[in-house]
Nanobody, 124 residues
């Protein structure tokens, strides 16, 4: 299971920290990704972090603004979002991919487990 939390309403330029709590699988064997879906748009990848090697990846539109991290002891992944823009408004999902490599990719079809999402609304 994956459960997201931390969404809410924030003004443009503000910050939010999303959390993804996981259970039911060997956390270290999984890459964790964050995806989002804005109203009327397709789901898109945002960022991911590998299970091994702690490598991370960011889509260009969040580079320098978002930071992904993971806490193995808590089996959780976090997405620190700063300098938020109205176009960041979306439902944010975390997902898990069983992958023993040291890299990750935000390719949605590779991810096996998904949370239900948390809504982030950025007002202008």
């Amino acid at each position: 299971q994956l459960v997201e939390s931390g969404g809410g309403l924030v003004q443009a330029g503000g910050s939010l920290r999303l959390s993804c709590a996981t259970s039911g699988f060997t956390f270290g064997d999984y890459a964790i990704g964050w995806f989002r879906q804005a109203p009327g748009k397709e789901r898109e990848g945002v960022s991911c972090i590998s299970g091994r090697g702690r490598n991370s990846y960011y889509e260009d539109f969040v580079k320098g603004r978002f930071t992904i991290s993971r806490d193995d002891a808590k089996k959780a992944v976090y997405l620190q979002m700063s300098s938020l823009k109205p176009e960041d408004t979306a439902v944010y999902y975390c997902a898990a991919e069983e992958f023993l490599g040291i890299t990750c990719a935000t390719v949605a079809r590779r991810y096996e487990y998904w949370g239900l999402g948390t809504l982030v609304t950025v007002s202008s």
